[in-house]
Nanobody
Framework: QLQLVQSGGGLVQPGGSLRLSCQANIDSFSFYAIAWFRQAPGKGREGISCISRSGTNTNYDDTVKGRFTVTRDNVNNTAYLQMDNLEPEDTAVYYC????????????????????WGQGTQVTVSS
């Protein structure tokens, strides 16, 4: 059973940076595409980025494109979300999700398609 444990997050000033981690407990991590989501107070969970099983393909929502970077390390079973130039509008609880996909170069940012979830981590951008 895949389990995802998140770390990182916290309080940062506008324009600052944070890195979130999403570590899996089993070596079959490389069989899963990883997506990142966030949920602001009073709003639904929105997909913001994803990375394919192989790590070769990534995708970003327009709200974070150019500021966030998703990567993965299949040796250490960990995915990362580097967040730069953070804005107050980025304040939310961030989640990683894992999706079993046959095609190694695909990824999706669709919440219902995730089979496993991290526990979530709070990111607050405020001066």
């Amino acid at each position: 059973q895949l389990q995802l444990v998140q770390s990182g997050g916290g309080l940062v000033q506008p324009g600052g940076s944070l890195r979130l981690s999403c570590q899996a407990n089993i070596d079959s991590f490389s069989f899963y595409a990883i997506a990142w989501f966030r949920q602001a107070p009073g709003k639904g969970r929105e997909g913001i980025s994803c990375i394919s099983r192989s790590g070769t393909n990534t995708n970003y929502d327009d709200t974070v494109k150019g500021r966030f970077t998703v990567t993965r390390d299949n040796v250490n079973n960990t995915a990362y979300l580097q967040m730069d130039n953070l804005e107050p509008e980025d304040t939310a609880v961030y989640y990683c999700g894992a999706q079993s996909l046959f095609v190694p170069t695909m990824c999706e940012m669709a919440s219902p398609r995730m089979g496993f979830w991290g526990q979530g981590t709070q990111v607050t951008v405020s001066s």
